[in-house]
């Protein structure tokens, strides 16, 4: 079973395999509102292009989790597909017994979202659970984690719609905003998508 204490590790890990380089390409900040500063805003909103070269050359020649290992640290960037990607080889290599799923967003529904959850014995009944925002009626069980490095959110896979929607507030004060195709939205306006889009779940173990 993978503990909260190496779920925190994973998370850990696969943000700092992503830390030195250009990160995501769709994060950027309003410069509009926010309490951001101007250079973080600037900053970042060259990081996101510069990410978005270096995504776009990983997803044409197919790079794994070991292309990524082998990745110069300033070259690295990566959106939630590939913090999921990479947090979940950890989590399969650090015990042999441990479930791993990836869980989501159906890009149908307007966003795209992914994220790991450990532990999980069997997927959600989809005739109740259709959307993320349904995690929170699943049955409490403290041993099933959720970890989401792209959003460094780790907690209780039934606390994770809550934890979402505090991030996306937290974001939102800063001006963060997250791209839908080429049109930034409010983090605030993103996560309710998100947690109201239509549920995808994969087993990997």
């Known amino acids: ?10 998370n850990n890990d696969a943000r700092n395999h992503f830390r030195y380089g250009k990160k995501s390409d769709n994060k950027v900040y ?3 509102y926010g309490n951001a500063t101007e250079f973080k805003k600037t900053h970042r909103y060259e ?14 020649r197919g790079f794994d989790f070991y292309d990524q ?16 990607e ?4 950890i989590a399969l290599n650090m015990d042999q017994i441990s479930t791993v799923w990836i869980f989501g967003c159906d ?6 979202h992914e994220f790991c959850v450990f532990n999980l014995s069997q997927a959600p009944n989809p005739n109740r659970i259709t959307c993320l925002n349904g995690l929170s009626n699943e049955t409490f069980r403290d041993d099933v984690i959720a970890c989401d490095p792209w959003a460094n ?11 979402l929607r505090e991030k996306m507030l937290k974001w939102d004060m ?24 239509p549920i995808k779940f994969v087993q990997k173990r």
């Open 1 to 10: 079973m993978i503990t909260i204490t190496q779920a925190n590790t994973i």
């Open 30 to 32: 309003s410069f509009s």
């Open 47 to 60: 990081q996101a292009i510069k990410a978005n070269e270096s995504l776009r050359i990983q997803r044409t």
């Open 69 to 84: 290992l082998d990745t110069r640290p300033e070259e690295r960037a990566g959106n939630c597909g590939e913090y999921t």
């Open 86 to 89: 990479f947090a979940v080889n």
């Open 107 to 112: 890009k149908l529904g307007g966003v795209d």
């Open 153 to 163: 959110i780790v907690c209780l896979y039934t606390d994770y719609p809550q934890r």
């Open 174 to 197: 800063r001006g963060k905003c997250i791209m839908i195709g080429s049109n930034p939205i409010p983090a605030t306006e993103w996560g309710r998508k998100c947690l109201n889009a």
